[in-house]
C-alpha cells in the first residue's frame, strides 16, 4: 500500500516558522503532483499548495507569500516551508497527489501533521 508520511507540525508562535515534510513512494512521486492539504477544526479540507513533478507550483490565496513547496526528487519528499504564520493557518495538515494542478487528490489520507499557531 501506498504510504505518505507527513512531519514537521509543532506549536508556533504567531509569525513564526515551520517546515512541514512528506515522504512518499518512488513512483508516486515520479509521476504526480503533489500537494499539501490542510483541515482546520470544522472546516472542510483545502488545498494549501501543490507542485508537479516538473516544478509548477499553485497556492491557495491565503498563503501566497508566505509558504512555499518544493521537492527534493532524490529523497522523494515534498516539503512546505511555512513563514510569518498566523493562528488561521492552525489545522492538521496533510499530504496527498493528484493527476495534475487543481485536480482531485486520489491517495489514501495520512494521519496528517498538526499545526498550531498561537501566543
Known amino acids: 500500500q501506498v504510504q505518505l508520511v507527513e512531519s514537521g507540525g509543532g506549536l508556533v508562535q504567531p509569525g513564526g516558522s515551520l517546515r512541514l515534510s512528506c515522504a512518499a513512494s518512488?513512483?508516486?512521486?515520479?509521476?504526480?503532483?503533489m500537494g499539501w492539504y490542510r483541515q482546520a477544526p470544522g472546516k472542510q479540507r483545502e488545498l494549501v499548495a501543490a507542485?508537479?513533478?516538473?516544478?509548477?507550483?499553485q497556492y491557495a490565496d491565503s498563503v501566497k507569500g508566505r509558504f512555499t513547496i518544493s521537492r527534493d526528487n532524490a529523497k522523494n519528499t515534498v516539503y512546505l516551508q511555512m513563514n510569518s504564520l498566523k493562528p488561521d493557518d492552525t489545522a492538521v495538515y496533510y499530504c496527498n497527489y493528484a493527476a495534475n494542478l487543481g485536480g482531485t487528490p486520489f491517495g489514501s489520507w495520512g494521519q496528517g501533521t498538526q499545526v498550531t499557531v498561537s501566543s
Open positions: 507542485i508537479t513533478s516538473g516544478g509548477s507550483t
Open positions: 518512488r513512483i508516486i512521486f515520479k509521476i504526480w503532483t
